[in-house]
């Protein structure tokens, strides 16, 4: 990775190719989320949770799952993305939030494939301005920044009302051995509906009742991708 800070001057003949390849690392079976992006997420991908390492600000990331298992994204073909929306972590790509002092700036990382002097959606337009598609990369890049930075309120209401629990998959292989899927969590749905008024009431007023609800409901998309890893030979071990 080679991230610099993007400007118009030194990248202005640099263009963009949206295109998802899974030699570009886009067969990630699991990309990180942010509460703002439930909604959208909900509708297509279960929304599960990781543990976080010891130095992040928030105890768990949730992530999208697109995948049982690295390294499947079984949204991605041959013939490009097969859902209606694209993962922020995934659109954002090659740009990143940096610091330059006490700012925050947006990068670009010169080593990424995407970028390419003859192929792709120009950056920037001939008199400077900013490109649609730059446009629509930044917009997201900002709203996942921005959504990381909430991310702590969020963790910390759900494990100060115990609202995740883990969640386990034995997972039979075509050779008859199990593979477990383990090191997620989900919302805890007993102990969401057993919380007094007085505690529903806080989640709403904080703005971390929806997106609960969101991560919840994006579970039944569950037994869907556990039917395309059985299509390919993987079978759920009863």
């Given amino acids: 990775m080679r991230p610099v800070l993007l400007d118009n001057v030194n990248h202005a003949d640099l263009r963009l190719q949206t295109r998802l390849d899974a030699s570009w690392g886009d067969a ?8 703002a992006e439930f909604r959208q997420i909900q509708a297509h991908f279960p929304i599960v949770f990781q543990e976080s390492g010891a130095n992040a600000a928030a105890r768990f990331q949730p992530v999208a799952l697109l995948g049982l298992f ?3 994204n079984r949204f991605l073909g041959p013939q490009g993305w097969r859902a209606g929306h694209l993962p922020w972590a995934l659109e954002r790509q090659p740009f990143l939030v940096g610091r330059d002092g006490e700012e ?15 192929a792709g959606e120009p950056l920037f337009l001939p008199q400077g301005g900013q490109s649609p598609v730059l446009e ?7 709203a996942l920044h921005q959504g990381m930075l909430e991310l702590p309120d ?17 997972v039979e292989q075509p050779d008859g051995q199990l593979r477990r899927m383990s090191g997620y969590f989900v919302i805890d749905e007993d102990r969401l509906a057993g919380l007094s008024g007085a505690a ?9 009742w929806l997106p609960i609800a969101m991560a ?7 037994p869907a991708l556990i039917l395309a890893e059985q299509a390919q030979g ?4 009863a």
């Fill in 28 to 35: 990630a079976n699991a990309v990180p989320t942010v509460p």
């Fill in 216 to 222: 919840l409901a994006s579970l039944s998309h569950l």
């Fill in 70 to 72: 690295e390294p499947h």
């Fill in 104 to 118: 925050w700036v947006v990068h670009v990382d010169l080593d990424s494939p995407r970028l390419s002097r003859e």
């Fill in 136 to 142: 629509r990369r930044l917009s997201v890049l900002q």
């Fill in 200 to 208: 529903v009431a806080e989640l709403h007023e904080a703005g971390h």
């Fill in 154 to 170: 969020f963790i910390d209401a759900l494990l100060r009302h115990r609202l995740l629990e883990p969640m386990n998959l034995d």
């Fill in 234 to 237: 993987v079978r759920l071990h």
